[in-house]
């Protein structure tokens, strides 16, 4: 991004650095010396998520390299929690100083920063890591999976949702208010996270996604119904935390289990597995799950409902 920028701006120098504009921790004396005879600086970051690496930048600018002309930034993707963060962000950033400032983006899009605790994924590598332990020799497919969620530094790019031998989750259909015909399920999954995000800090309180009092708005059944599409529901079943549905989980459960057994549906078996072991519904019958799932689990079935307590 900065070598592009570089060449519409007339070749001027690039400074590559990754997290610390100091050079006791890395900054070469040819690029410090560069900052310090700079008029006017453009900092370009692939993802601004907290804004702790720009604030600490223009800290060090301010504390360092003196008086700029201006100081501008431009991002990839602004991914902040809120708009209000944003905000706080671009005051932080461009007000207050001596130069010229402004904060771009080519892309914003707000998304919960999720800790191990809330993370639906780590929820996932947990539940399917302790089936597979009480496996003597537990399939190639969960296996699989369990590596594909523990790899952190790469994060799952391809395959958000835990589906079950033999099902695929099928793109978006035509005319979904979420996003064109054909989007991909990691596509859209992402779509419906910043979705419920606004949800979740919308500046109006009447609006907001806040099942605690004063507001006890929750995550409605209804949506199940307006989103009909298996994959639609498991995205949601993945993304809504488990005390947003509310209290009225054995009718989520009932609704969820009607839906499963349609053509089409498939997508939701896995997601409902893991939403049971994260609390967000609570357990299905052992008759309906040996009816459901026995096909699909196979041998290892029983695993299953002994981690699910059935």
């Known amino acids: 991004m900065a070598k592009i920028a570089a060449a519409v701006h007339r070749d001027v120098p690039v400074v590559v650095i990754h997290d610390d504009l100091r050079t006791e921790r890395g900054l070469s004396q040819a690029s410090a010396e560069l900052l310090q005879s700079a008029g006017r600086i453009l900092i370009v970051d692939d993802v601004m998520n907290s804004g702790t690496r720009l604030n600490d930048f223009v800290r060090v600018l301010r504390e360092r390299f003196g008086t700029f002309d201006s100081v501008m930034f431009l991002v990839g993707v602004l991914r902040t929690q809120s708009q209000p963060e944003y905000e706080e962000n671009r005051v932080a950033l461009t007000k207050n100083y001596p130069w010229r400032s402004q904060l771009s983006s080519v892309h914003t899009i707000y998304l919960p920063r999720w800790n191990a605790d809330a993370c639906p994924w780590c ?41 079950l031998p033999g099902i695929s989750p099928r793109p978006l259909g035509s005319g979904s208010p979420v996003g064109p015909e054909g989007l991909s399920v990691i596509c859209t999954l992402f779509t419906i996270a910043s979705g419920l995000q606004c949800l979740r800090t919308d500046r109006d309180a009447a ?88 096909r699909y689990l196979g041998s290892v079935a029983e695993a299953f409902s002994r981690s699910l307590h059935l």
């Not at 929820?123 to 597979?132: A, K, M, P, T």
């Open 123 to 163: 929820h996932e590598r947990d539940f399917l890591s302790g089936v597979s332990e009480a496996l003597v020799n537990p399939p190639g497919w969960l296996t699989d999976r369990i590596s594909l969620l523990s790899r952190r530094e790469a994060g799952v790019v391809d395959q958000p949702l835990f589906c």
């Open 207 to 294: 609006k907001r996604l806040h099942p605690r009092f004063p507001d006890m708005n929750v995550f409605g059944l209804q949506n199940l119904k307006n989103y009909s599409e298996g994959m639609l529901r498991a995205v949601l079943l993945r993304l809504v935390r488990p005390y947003e549905w509310g209290t009225g989980n054995s009718d989520l459960l009932r609704a969820l289990s009607e839906n499963a057994k349609e053509r089409g549906q498939e997508a939701i078996l896995g997601e409902l597995l893991l939403s049971v072991a994260r609390g967000s519904v609570p357990p299905p019958g052992r008759k309906f799950f040996e009816e459901t799932y026995s």
